[in-house]
């Protein structure tokens, strides 16, 4: 199961479990957020991990970018569009 599969049915069970939904959102209150965010991912059984969930945001956009226009640097990054963190929160 890949980081997005994951976090895709990661999402799908907290929009469904209120009490999921607000453990998930209460590791946005740790020290050290995403840490805290990957190991609830964990315990709840998707391997989830800090490096790979940041390489999966970063790999997808340069895939992106190679599929349009030739591959070049013709459409400049928006914020937070490689950020599969970020993405996860705003979608519950």
Same mark, same amino acid.
Request: aromatic fraction near 8%.
């Given at each position: 199961?890949?980081?997005?599969?994951? =976090?895709? !049915?990661? &999402? /799908? &069970?907290?929009?469904?479990?209120?009490? =999921?939904?607000? #453990?998930?959102? +209460?590791?946005?209150?740790?020290? !050290?957020? =995403? /840490? $805290?965010?990957?190991?609830?991912?964990?315990?709840?059984?998707?391997?989830?991990?800090?490096?790979? =969930?940041?390489? #999966?945001?970063?790999?997808?956009?340069? $895939?992106?970018? &190679?599929?349009?226009?030739?591959?070049? !640097?013709?459409?400049?990054?928006?914020?937070? /569009?490689? +950020?599969?963190?970020?993405?996860?929160? #705003?979608?519950?």
């Amino acid at each position: 199961m890949t980081v997005t599969d994951c =976090l895709e !049915e990661l &999402r /799908q &069970r907290a929009k469904r479990d209120e009490k =999921l939904r607000r #453990a998930l959102l +209460d590791t946005r209150k740790e020290k !050290e957020p =995403l /840490q $805290a965010f990957c190991r609830k991912c964990r315990e709840l059984g998707y391997p989830v991990y800090e490096m790979e =969930l940041i390489s #999966a945001g970063e790999e997808f956009h340069a $895939a992106m970018k &190679r599929s349009t226009n030739g591959g070049g !640097e013709n459409s400049p990054m928006l914020d937070g /569009q490689d +950020d599969f963190y970020e993405l996860f929160f #705003a979608g519950l």
